[in-house]
């Protein structure tokens, strides 16, 4: 079965720093994969997916990851991080399952940034 | 993006009653959609799969009876709660896909008294 796991519950860090949010995911086939990202109280807003193509994937709000076939490994990377990106991240990998494509998801990475 | 509407947003209901929520997508059809369920501070679990025009699919462990999903148009997908209990308070989200990618409903909060 497919899973995701994201390494850390809780990433803390200060503003204008550099994070890096940690994802490996679990297939023996190819994969469709996504980062998420959930304010509270709020549904999910997709940061950017990987499909095919360039391994290095550029999203919203200045995120970027990185498909690494050989390490089964998705992480997310942003430079300098905002106060505003304080929020829950989440990765997940789609899986064709019952006739549809679902979404397995990971535990979620919480990342709190610090003045 | 597309975008996916939930209402509500918030509720509040007491104990034995039900309580219904919608997911529409707003600016694309979707002949299928998802619900989940998400408890403080943990991730998304899928409950069922809605389908347009036909029954939905509910993943193993979720109760159908409790959660009536129905899904009458190509916009509109609703997940009825029946008679709610505490233990049903929890937050709802539902998503809706257009091409490889699901969109999001901005979720509901369901407290049950």
Redesign the interface.
Known sequence: AQSVTQLDSQVPVFEEAPVELRCNYSSSVSV?L?W?VQYP??????LL?Y?SGSTLVKGINGFEAEFNKSQTSFHLRKPSVHISDTAEY?CAV?VFS?G????I????T?LAVHP | GAVVSQHPSWVICKSGTSVKIECRSLDFQATTMFWYRQFPKQSLMLMATSNEGSKATYEQGVEKDKFLINHASLTLSTLTVTSAHPEDSSFYICSAPTGNIQYFGAGTRLSVL
């Not at chain 1, 109280?41 to 997709?46: S, T």
């Not at chain 1, 998801?105 to 979620?108: D, E, I, Q, T």
């Open positions: 469709y996504f998420y109280n709020q549904g999910l807003q997709l997916k499909l989440f789609s019952g549809y494509n679902k979404l998801f990971g535990a979620g919480r």
